[in-house]
């Protein structure tokens, strides 16, 4: 007897499993919190530079003080980052005629003034993270993108060691202490610190409760759990634009941000450890407890006297021989053959630009018609559909051409926005909200469709491969902005190649649909010259600990 048939007598989809993945919402909801905070916590408002000595102007209008000592461009407006070495007083008779003398623009000398209009404070006003600091500011976000990729390593190899719910409770209480933390931060440096230390804690939020879910429940039900926590991706991404709008203070937006933690903590009283996990590292005990817990709550009364620890030892001794059997091979596997070669280089080129693109998009959210926050708020009710779509055309269409083409028009739309001129602000709000449709049903998909590329040997580090890629594109993605120093449409040009680019390697993939997972490297190499084939049944093993989500 195998898990799978175990569960079915404790019952594999019922109140227990409702349960549990509604504990595993919160997490999901959090997650957004931090992975799209910079939006807000670093927003750089309309700003100058400061004037000294304005007492001496005190017989003229602010108009004509920000005359004779900014200079403005073609457009007529004042420039963000220059100043006159001195008073061009000669602007007051005639503010067409250039300055006097080319020289006397300067970068700003005495700090900034900004519009507190929409922010009272972010990093970049509280430590005058523009001009020629702007890469500071837009680093904060790789910073904390670094602390993922780190988290990633950390938990993945933890949580298998010590179970799915201890790290997950690890991470939360990490998540809480580094949060708040930061959100006293008096530095850039110290900011730059806790921020990375808060997303290698959060990370475990987003590595283990997918796997967790989907280890409660049966075969057939593991695409619809781990879409139905996404969920609440997106709901939490809705909600950051409420928190965001009525906390305009980057200190106590952190601190709310952070808060959700507590009760997160509080829920892990009542949320049951993998009793998958629990077999393959022989705790037979706790395992039976958990099913026993499992079966009550779906009102199997019959559970008791058809499992008992000795079936359990013997699916445990099973699990452990599968484990093993997977276990000496390495990262280099994933390139042993032709066929894993070109799934290894096309699903790694696939999440870098999944990844590259949702932050490129997620995280330029102004330019478009809309205000920012209406547009992060619509932003993430956009997930919602695109989601229901993936649901509806994946099994219909077939994952290659799906994750090619969601991908692709993800781009597209990017594309259509750079040639679209601002004065079309409605159109471009369309555009730009069905590009973030695409882009968020692009990582949808390819987390559906990579683990059934991989065979069961290499499935776990197959992943661990991809997520890894993918988190390097999300640490790349911020930094793209910069880029407008350089030309102004270049970030956005950049954006678009990459999403096209890289959704264009998943015609190379072989196509999955109703193909049985593959368990050998034999069975995929089977699938490069598309023999439609059934492969052999499916297997036990513990899902593999990779990023559920962003």
Not at 17 to 39: A, D, G
Request: proline share 4%.
């Amino acid at each position: 007897m195998n898990f799978e048939d175990i569960l079915q007598e404790a019952g594999s989809f019922g109140r227990f499993q409702y349960f549990t993945l509604s504990l595993l919402c919160l997490p999901r909801f959090i997650l957004p919190f931090h992975f799209l905070l910079h939006n807000f916590l670093a927003a750089i408002p309309p700003h100058r530079c400061a004037i000294p000595h304005q007492d001496q102007f005190a017989n003229l209008t602010e108009e004509e003080v920000l005359l004779i000592n900014i200079p403005r461009d073609f457009e007529g407006t004042f420039s963000s980052c220059e100043m006159f070495s001195e008073p061009q007083f000669h602007l007051l008779l005639n503010s067409t005629e250039v300055p006097s003398n080319s020289s006397s623009v300067q970068r700003c000398q005495y700090g900034w003034v900004y519009d507190q209009s929409q922010f009272t404070s972010t990093i970049a006003t509280q430590w005058d993270l523009v001009c020629d600091q702007r890469s500071l500011n837009q680093a904060t976000a790789t910073f904390f993108f670094i602390g993922v990729t780190l988290g990633a390593v950390i938990f993945g190899y933890l949580s298998d060691r010590f179970g799915r719910k201890t790290m997950l409770l690890v991470s939360f209480v990490c998540t809480l202490v580094f949060g708040l933390v930061s959100s006293a931060s008096v530095t850039y440096s110290m900011l730059a610190v806790t921020r990375t230390l808060t997303g290698i804690a959060i990370c475990g939020l987003s590595l283990i409760v997918a796997p967790l879910g989907m280890e409660w429940v049966d075969t057939q039900h593991r695409s619809y759990s781990g879409i139905i926590t996404s969920f609440f991706w997106s709901v939490g991404n809705m909600f950051l634009a409420l928190v965001a709008y009525l906390v305009r203070d980057w200190h106590w937006l952190l601190l709310v941000a952070t808060l959700p933690c507590v009760l997160g903590i509080i829920s892990m009283w009542w949320l049951a450890e993998s009793a998958r996990w629990l077999l393959v590292k022989g705790k037979l005990k706790r395992a039976h407890i958990n099913l026993q817990w499992c079966a009550k709550m779906n009102g199997r009364k019959d559970f008791g006297a058809k499992i008992n620890l000795e079936i359990l030892s013997i699916t445990a001794a099973a699990t452990a021989a599968m484990e093993k059997s997977g276990g000496d091979s390495s990262y280099i596997s994933l390139f042993r053959t032709l066929m894993l070669r070109r799934i290894s280089l096309c699903t790694g080129a696939l999440w870098f630009g999944v990844a590259f693109s949702y932050y490129g998009m997620s995280m330029n959210i102004t330019g478009f018609g809309l205000g920012m926050y209406m547009t992060q708020f619509v932003f993430g009710v956009i997930e919602i559909p695109a989601k229901f779509i993936v649901l509806f055309v994946v099994n219909r269409v077939g994952r290659k051409q799906c994750q090619a083409w969601t991908l692709i028009l993800a781009g597209l739309c990017i594309g259509a926005n750079i040639v679209l001129p601002t004065s079309l602000g409605t159109l471009r709000s369309v555009i730009a909200i069905t590009g973030k449709g695409f882009s968020e049903a692009a990582f949808t998909m390819v987390f559906l469709y990579t683990p059934e590329l991989y065979p069961t040997v290499l499935r776990q580090k197959g992943l661990g491969y991809c997520s890894f890629v993918a988190r390097l594109g999300g640490s790349m993605a911020p930094l793209v902005f910069l880029l407008d120093a350089v030309w102004k449409l270049l970030p956005q040009v950049t954006y678009c190649a990459m999403a096209v680019l890289c959704g264009s390697a998943a015609f190379l993939l072989p196509e999955t649909l109703n193909i049985r997972l593959p368990e050998t490297i034999e069975d995929t190499e089977k699938q490069s010259s598309k023999e439609k084939k059934q492969l052999p049944g499916d297997v036990l093993e513990v899902m593999p600990l990779h990023s559920s989500q962003k």
